[in-house]
Nanobody, 124 residues
Framework: VQLQASGGGLVQAGGSLTLSCAAS????????MAWFRQAPGQEREFVAGVGRIGDTSYADSVKGRFTISRDNAKNTVDLQMISLKPEDTAVYYC???????????????????WGRGTQVTVSS
């Protein structure tokens, strides 16, 4: 399985960005997918996740501002981000959990595959 994230960049506070992650591999369609982020000096944290049937989960800090979606035909997962804040600045990673059991997991250790990350910088 390979994951390729794109769409990061520099945006002013209040602006918007959409991140996209393209996945390859036979396990993708049965997997749960998520976005994590990591700011300098901080631990990697869960941002949003989407299950096989489109169920979603969000960190409290992004609820109402971020929307995660997946296209099983294209094997992609997008993260639409609006009303961005300087504290959203981080490297964003897409991740894939191929385990069949359980729902969307909120901890990084549950995800077996990771993309390289894309930088999102929000200026004040």
């Amino acid at each position: 399985v390979q994951l390729q994230a794109s769409g990061g960049g520099l945006v002013q506070a209040g602006g918007s960005l959409t991140l996209s992650c393209a996945a390859s591999g036979r396990a993708v369609r049965i997997s749960k997918m998520a976005w994590f982020r990591q700011a300098p000096g901080q631990e990697r944290e869960f941002v949003a996740g989407v299950g096989r049937i489109g169920d979603t989960s969000y960190a409290d800090s992004v609820k109402g501002r971020f929307t995660i979606s997946r296209d099983n035909a294209k094997n992609t997962v997008d993260l639409q981000m609006i009303s961005l804040k300087p504290e959203d600045t981080a490297v964003y990673y897409c991740a894939l959990d191929i385990t069949a059991s359980g729902g969307i997991k909120l901890y990084a250790g549950a995800y077996e595959y990771w993309g390289r990350g894309t930088q999102v910088t929000v200026s004040s």
